[in-house]
């Protein structure tokens, strides 16, 4: 199982505001569609919460929301109550899926919390840039010197705004031998 984190972060590294986006750019949305369909995303249960009712579940992505409350059944997405259950759920899915030649995919999608929860277990981030400063309350975990930065693409929103798609990759762990 490969573990992915995907967010857009602005230049003072936010990603939430007030349990919202803090920015609304298109483009970067639909890269988000396009890395994520077909496979299993997992949110935190307040990220679940702040889909707009139209836009949830995601479509064509078994969406799984991690929440500590055993009770909670949500339309169109499973709840799970651990990370290994998240893990164990996207193996499910994986294995109920025609595409066996990809490796099995499970993309954390946020927020804050899932993010710091998933970050050691993570071989692959997707991060989008967004060029603003702006007022927030949930950050971007960080990305220490494990990562190294492995393809960066520039571009510029239609409204002007220029964003940048970074993606980084694990540092395999050595072994030195003496
Ligand atoms: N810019 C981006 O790319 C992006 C992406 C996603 C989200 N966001 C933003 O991020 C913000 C939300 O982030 P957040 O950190 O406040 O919340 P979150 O990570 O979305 O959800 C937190 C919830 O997840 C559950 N949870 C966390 N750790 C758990 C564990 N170990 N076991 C079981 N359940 C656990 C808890 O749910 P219960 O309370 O139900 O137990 C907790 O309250 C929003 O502003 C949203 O817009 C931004």
Sequence with gaps: MQINLIFAQSTNKVIGHENKL?????EDL??????TSGQTVLMGRKTWESLPAAFRPLPGRLNLVLSSNTALHLDGAL????PAQAIE???LQAARSPNTAALPTLWVIGGAQVYDLFMPLASRIEVTEIELT?????Y?????ATWQE???NRHQSA???GYSFVSYQKISQRIEHV
Excluded at 22 to 26: A, C, K
């Design 159 to 161: 409204k002007g705004l």
């Design 150 to 152: 492995v393809t960066r």
């Design 30 to 35: 639909a890269h988000f569609k396009a890395l």
């Design 134 to 138: 702006v007022d927030g309350d949930a």
């Design 79 to 82: 709840t799970v109550n651990t």
């Design 140 to 144: 971007a975990p960080t990305i220490d």
């Design 89 to 91: 759920q996207a193996q």
């Design 22 to 26: 803090p920015w609304h750019l298109p």
